[in-house]
C-alpha cells in the first residue's frame, strides 16, 4: 500500500525557535497533501491543504504566517512552526493524496514539546 | 449540524466479540467512504475504502454503506486485543479534497 513517511517523529524545542516537519510519500506521487493536528483523545483538525507548487490553503483559525506550508514537489510537503509556543505542542499528523483516488494515506505524526 | 456524526465511545468487549461501529452523515453528496484505525501515539491507517453503497469485507473486516440511511458501519468479526484502538470514519464528496472525519470510536478488546 501506499507509505508516508514524517520526520521527525518527536522534536522538543525552545520557546521562540521554528520547527520544520517533513511529508514524504514514498512509493506515489501526492497531488495533495493534508497537515492536520490532534490534542489528546481528540480527533483530527485540518489545518491546511497543500497542492504541489501552489500555495496552501489554510483552515479558519489557522495562522499562515505561524504555520508556513511549502509542498515543493509531488513527494514532498514541509510544515515549519514558526516561533513555537508552548500552546502549540501537539501531534503533528500529514496525509496524502494520490491522483484522482478519494482516499488519504496518514503518515505516523510528529510529537512537538515546547519547552 | 455537524457533517460527520460517530459516537467516541469508549467501547469495551471480550475478546472474539463481534464489534460495530457506526458513523451517521448529513451531507448526501458523499460518495467515497473510509475507515481507518488509530493506535495511541500513532497515525491513522487506512483499514477499508468503499465507493457508494453496499458491503465490502477484508478478512475479519466488514464495512458497510447505506446512502439511503447516511449510515455506516464497520463491523470486527473475532476481534482481538490486538484490535484495540481508535476508529476513525472519514467521507468525501465527488469533488475531491474535502474529507470528513467523525470523531472516532475508542475501543478496547479485553483477553
Known amino acids: 500500500g501506499a507509505v508516508v513517511s514524517q520526520h521527525p517523529s518527536r522534536v522538543i524545542c525552545k520557546s521562540g525557535t521554528s520547527v520544520k516537519i517533513e511529508c514524504r510519500s514514498l512509493?506515489?506521487?501526492?497531488?495533495?497533501m493534508f497537515w492536520y493536528r490532534q490534542f489528546p483523545k481528540q480527533s483530527l483538525m485540518l489545518m491546511a491543504t497543500s497542492n504541489e507548487g501552489s500555495k496552501a490553503t489554510y483552515e479558519q483559525g489557522v495562522e499562515k504566517d505561524k504555520f508556513l506550508i511549502n509542498h515543493a514537489s509531488l513527494t514532498l510537503s514541509t510544515l515549519t512552526v514558526t516561533s513555537a509556543h508552548p500552546e502549540d505542542s501537539s501531534f503533528y499528523i500529514c496525509?496524502?493524496?494520490?491522483?484522482?483516488?478519494?482516499?488519504?494515506?496518514f503518515g505516523p505524526g510528529t510529537r512537538l514539546t515546547v519547552l | 449540524q455537524k457533517e460527520v456524526e460517530q459516537d467516541p465511545g469508549p467501547l469495551s468487549v471480550p475478546e472474539g466479540a463481534i464489534v460495530s461501529l457506526n458513523c451517521t452523515y448529513s451531507n448526501s453528496a458523499f460518495q467515497y467512504f473510509m475507515w481507518y484505525r488509530q493506535y495511541s501515539r500513532k497515525g491513522p491507517e487506512l483499514l477499508m475504502y468503499?465507493?457508494?453503497?453496499g458491503n465490502k469485507e477484508d478478512g475479519r473486516f466488514t464495512a458497510q454503506v447505506d446512502k439511503s440511511s447516511k449510515y455506516i458501519s464497520l463491523f470486527i468479526r473475532d476481534s482481538q486485543p490486538s484490535d484495540s484502538a481508535t476508529y476513525l470514519c472519514a467521507m468525501s464528496g465527488r469533488t475531491g479534497n474535502q474529507f470528513y472525519f467523525g470523531t472516532g470510536t475508542s475501543l478496547t478488546v479485553i483477553p
Open positions: 512509493d506515489f506521487q501526492a497531488t495533495t
Open positions: 468503499t465507493y457508494s453503497s
Open positions: 496525509s496524502a493524496r494520490a491522483g484522482r483516488t478519494d482516499t488519504q494515506y
